[in-house]
């Protein structure tokens, strides 16, 4: 039996669901960010899944999916900065107490 | 027979990990968890013939960013202790938005008719992948490489300690 699109697809849909309830329930603003990953790796499944099954004479699904994976270096890069900074200034990373500018 | 179980051992260990990732309450084993996630996935790009990607995925996410994870949670350890409550208070309202949207997207994508071809890929995808980033891509690259060089200068203007 040959695994089609469909299967890939399922798989990359609870990879990212698992993705958004990371990000919905941590406190840790570093779980947060690996909740986000997880999404982005979610959707490089997908691109390289539609790359593979749909037009598999072009790349271009490889090619986004290589775009988003430096995409994402750079948004783990900045925002672990962020949360550095945040962690001198206020010392803690737990977001729901990072509330300086909610009144 | 082989391609269905490759694919079914290549799933769970990318998703029994990345349950460990959003639940565990111990930080560092959420971490390391992201490892065998990230390498299920290169599993899972080699058996849709992306060799390149899977290459580039060990050494970005599976070397670098759990690496760089890692550091800014030994860093910030006043947070990071394994007494500290890790989930907010909205557990029943994410699970219910996952579940939700992981139904939906499941029924969509079981109903809709894709228009898949039967072509194969080039044999070697390196070439192909950079001679599309050098000639139909250029600017996607081009621009890409500001943006890694603006989040570098970035990443190191905030984490920097201000005298």
């Known amino acids: 039996m040959q695994v089609g699109l469909t299967s890939y697809l399922i798989v990359a849909a609870l990879l990212f669901c698992l993705g958004l309830y990371g990000v919905l329930t941590r406190r840790n603003a570093v779980a947060i960010l690996m909740g986000i990953e997880l999404m982005l790796n979610a959707a ?55 509330n300086l500018m909610k009144w | 027979m082989g391609e269905l179980a490759a694919f079914m051992i290549l799933s769970l260990v990318t998703l029994i990990p990345a349950v460990v990732v959003v639940t565990s309450s111990n930080i560092v084993r959420a971490a390391l968890s992201l490892v065998p996630t990230f390498l299920g996935v290169t599993g899972l790009y080699v058996m849709l013939q992306a060799e390149f990607v899977a290459g580039i995925q060990v050494l970005i996410y599976a070397g670098a960013i759990t690496v760089l994870i890692l550091f800014v949670i030994m860093l910030t350890e006043g947070g990071t202790g394994v007494r500290t409550r890790q989930l907010n208070d909205q557990v029943p309202l994410g699970a219910m938005a996952a579940v939700w949207l992981a139904f939906v997207l499941i029924v969509i994508f079981t109903r809709t008719g894709w228009p898949t071809a039967a072509g194969v890929l080039p044999a070697y995808n390196v070439v192909a992948v950079g001679n599309a980033f050098l000639s139909d891509y250029v600017l996607i690259f081009e621009v890409t490489s500001v943006v890694l060089l603006v989040s570098l200068v970035g990443a190191i203007v905030i984490a920097r300690r201000e005298d």
Not at chain 1, 56 to 78: N, R, Y
Request: charged share 10%; net charge negative.
């Open chain 1, 44 to 98: 490089n499944i997908n691109l390289v899944a539609f790359n593979r099954f749909v037009a598999p004479a072009a790349v271009a699904g490889q090619v986004f999916a290589l775009v988003i994976i430096t995409l994402a270096a750079c948004e783990a890069a900045v925002g672990l900065a962020l949360v550095m900074a945040a962690y001198r200034s206020l010392e803690t990373i737990q977001v729901d107490e990072i």
